[in-house]
Nanobody, 123 residues
Framework: EVQLVESGGGLVQPGGSLRLSCVAS????????MSWVRQAPGKGLEWVSS????????NYGHSVKGRFSISRDNAKNTLYLQMNNLKPEDTAVYYCAKDCTYNSDYTLSCRYRGRGTQVTVSS
């Protein structure tokens, strides 16, 4: 059974930083592309970042590029998201996910997601 458990969220002031972690189990973590996605109140799922298992190449959504950094430790089955210069619009529940695709209506779906960790950016 695939399990993804996120941690590290919290309340932070604008301009602050947080580091999210996700411990994975139930599948071969080192062989999978892993992603972070988020959902703000009243909005759909938004892709944030992905990291490839083979060469650890990374990709970022336009709204977080240059501020967020994704990484992974295959020996620890753990995915990370370092978030710097946080903005109020980054407020959302953040999910560790795998097997994500875009539907025909351009909404994002992920076959596997954790329960999420809340990130709130507010003064």
């Amino acid at each position: 059974e695939v399990q993804l458990v996120e941690s590290g969220g919290g309340l932070v002031q604008p301009g602050g930083s947080l580091r999210l972690s996700c411990v994975a189990s139930g599948f071969t973590f080192s062989s999978d592309v892993m992603s972070w996605v988020r959902q703000a109140p009243g909005k759909g799922l938004e892709w944030v970042s992905s990291i490839v298992h083979s060469d650890q190449s990374t990709n970022y959504g336009h709204s977080v590029k240059g501020r967020f950094s994704i990484s992974r430790d295959n020996a620890k089955n753990t995915l990370y998201l370092q978030m710097n210069n946080l903005k109020p619009e980054d407020t959302a529940v953040y999910y560790c996910a795998k097997d994500c695709t875009y539907n025909s209506d351009y909404t994002l779906s992920c076959r596997y997601r954790g329960r999420g960790t809340q990130v709130t950016v507010s003064s």
